[in-house]
Nanobody, 115 residues
Framework: VQLDESGGGLVQAGGSLRLSCAAS????????MGWYRQAPGKQRELVAT???????RYADSVKGRFTISRDNAKNTVYLQMSSLKPEDTAVYYC??????????WGQGTQVTVSS
């Protein structure tokens, strides 16, 4: 499985960004996709995930500000980020799991929020 991320960049605090991640290769119909992030000097942490049936999970720190969605026909997951804060600055990694094989990760996309 290959994960192709896009949409990162530099934005001012209070602004918005939309991340996209397209999965290709051997995709199983039952899967979970999502986003994790890692800030400098910190561990990688969950941002949001979504199952193939639309079940979602969010980190408390992003609830009400970020929305995860997916297009199953395109094997693509999106993360709409609003009201961004400087503490959201991190490398954001796309994630795919089908509960059978090892988890798959994208290469990461940088999100920088200036104050």
């Amino acid at each position: 499985v290959q994960l192709d991320e896009s949409g990162g960049g530099l934005v001012q605090a209070g602004g918005s960004l939309r991340l996209s991640c397209a999965a290709s290769g051997s995709i199983f119909s039952i899967n979970t996709m999502g986003w994790y992030r890692q800030a400098p000097g910190k561990q990688r942490e969950l941002v949001a995930t979504i199952t193939n049936t639309g079940g979602t999970r969010y980190a408390d720190s992003v609830k009400g500000r970020f929305t995860i969605s997916r297009d199953n026909a395109k094997n693509t997951v999106y993360l709409q980020m609003s009201s961004l804060k400087p503490e959201d600055t991190a490398v954001y990694y796309c994630y795919y799991s089908d509960y059978v094989r090892f988890d798959f990760w994208g290469q990461g996309t940088q999100v920088t929020v200036s104050s």
